[in-house]
């Protein structure tokens, strides 16, 4: 059975940095393009930065130049380096593959930024 664990999430001012992680297992993580995600308060999921397996980082514009995407295959996690972190950056964060088909989503992580 596949399972993702999110972490890092946390309250931070604008301006500061977070670095999220994502633990993953029952997969042969090093072949599979990952992603994270974000969902603010009434808003739809979007997809925030994708990662192949070859380590090519791919970002969403509302994020490019700020946030960071980078993988360890062997420890199985991928991570979000988030700098810069703006108040519409708030969002519970997760992460899931990069693709057409998506595993059920975990619990995620919070990511608070205050003005």
């Known amino acids: 059975q596949v399972q993702l664990v999110e972490s890092g999430g946390g309250l931070v001012p604008a301006g500061e940095s977070l670095r999220l992680s994502c633990a993953a297992s029952?997969?042969?993580?090093?072949?599979?393009?990952m992603g994270w995600y974000r969902q603010a308060p009434g808003k739809q999921r979007e997809l925030v930065a994708t990662?192949?397996?070859?380590?090519?980082?791919n970002y969403a514009d509302s994020v490019k130049g700020r946030f960071t995407i980078s993988r360890d295959n062997a420890k199985s996690t991928v991570y979000l380096q988030m700098d810069s972190l703006k108040p519409e950056d708030t969002a519970v964060y997760y992460c899931?593959?990069?693709?057409?088909?998506?595993?059920?989503w975990g619990q995620g992580t919070q990511v608070t930024v205050s003005s």
């Open positions: 990662i192949t397996s070859g380590g090519r980082g």
């Open positions: 899931n593959y990069a693709g057409d088909y998506l595993l059920d």
């Open positions: 029952g997969v042969i993580f090093r072949i599979i393009a």
